[in-house]
C-alpha cells in the first residue's frame, strides 16, 4: 500500500484564493520532503526541500512567498499555493524520505486547476 | 546543479522490439539512480533503482545500467509490449531526486 499520502488528488479553486495540498508520510518519518510540479508533458521540476522543523529551501526562480511550504511535523508537510492564479495550474507531487541517502518514496499528486 | 538528459525524447517500436532508453547526468556525485513510469495523468511507479555502487539491476524485462564514472544509464525493455506505453523518466538522487525530461514510449500491437 501506499506510503506516502497525498490529498486532495484534484482540487479546482477560483483565482485569487489560496489552496492546501498535504502530504502525509503514512508508515515512516519523513526528515526531509520534496514538492514537485509538472507542466503537462513535461517532467517534475524540483520546487523545493523541506526538512523537519526547518525552514524549506526553495529551487531558484520558485517564489516562496508564493507557494508556502510547512513541515512542522516528522509526518506532514503541506503545500500552499497563496493567490492562485490560472498559470499555477499544474500537477504538484510531494515525496518523502527518512533521510539522505534512503529510499524516496512519492505521493499520488495533486491536480489544481485554477479557474 | 545536477542535469538529467533523456534520449530519445519519444520512441514508437512495433510490439516485440527490445529497446534502450538512455539517461545522462552531469553530477556523478549521487545516491542512486532510479528509472520510474508515469503513465498520462497518473502519478509515479518506481521501476527499478540502482544504488550509486551498483552497475546495474533487473526486474522481470526491465534492466537498467549504471555508469557513474561516465554519467550515463540505460533501461533496457527486452519484447516490448503495448502495456509498456507510458513515459519514462529517469532521476538521480543527491539528496533531492532530479528528473529528466522523460521518453515517451508507445508501443504498437
Known amino acids: 500500500g501506499a506510503v506516502v499520502s497525498q490529498h486532495p488528488s484534484r482540487v479546482i479553486c477560483k483565482s485569487g484564493t489560496s489552496v492546501k495540498i498535504e502530504c502525509r508520510s503514512l508508515?515512516?518519518?519523513?526528515?526531509?520532503m520534496f514538492w514537485y510540479r509538472q507542466f503537462p508533458k513535461k517532467s517534475l521540476m524540483l520546487m523545493a526541500t523541506?526538512?523537519?522543523?526547518?525552514?524549506?529551501?526553495?529551487e531558484q526562480g520558485v517564489e516562496k512567498d508564493k507557494f508556502l511550504i510547512n513541515h512542522a511535523s516528522l509526518t506532514l508537510s503541506t503545500l500552499t499555493v497563496t493567490s492562485a492564479h490560472p498559470e499555477d495550474s499544474s500537477f504538484y507531487i510531494c515525496?518523502?524520505?527518512?533521510?539522505?541517502?534512503?529510499?524516496?518514496?512519492f505521493g499520488e499528486g495533486s491536480w489544481l486547476t485554477v479557474v | 546543479k545536477q542535469e538529467v538528459t533523456q534520449i530519445p525524447a519519444a520512441l514508437s517500436v512495433p510490439e516485440g522490439e527490445n529497446l534502450v532508453l538512455n539517461c545522462s547526468f552531469t553530477d556523478s556525485a549521487i545516491y542512486n539512480l532510479q528509472w520510474f513510469r508515469q503513465d498520462p495523468g497518473k502519478g509515479l511507479t518506481s521501476l527499478l533503482l540502482i544504488q550509486s555502487s551498483q552497475r546495474e539491476q533487473t526486474s522481470g524485462r526491465l534492466n537498467a545500467s549504471l555508469d557513474k564514472s561516465s554519467g550515463r544509464s540505460t533501461l533496457y525493455i527486452a519484447a516490448s509490449q503495448p502495456g509498456d506505453s507510458a513515459t519514462y523518466l529517469c532521476a538521480v538522487e543527491g539528496p533531492a531526486l532530479i528528473f529528466g525530461k522523460g521518453t515517451t514510449l508507445s508501443v504498437s500491437s
Open positions: 523541506s526538512n523537519e522543523g526547518s525552514k524549506a529551501t526553495y
Open positions: 515525496s518523502a524520505s527518512e533521510g539522505a541517502g534512503n529510499t524516496i518514496y
Open positions: 508508515d515512516f518519518q519523513a526528515t526531509t
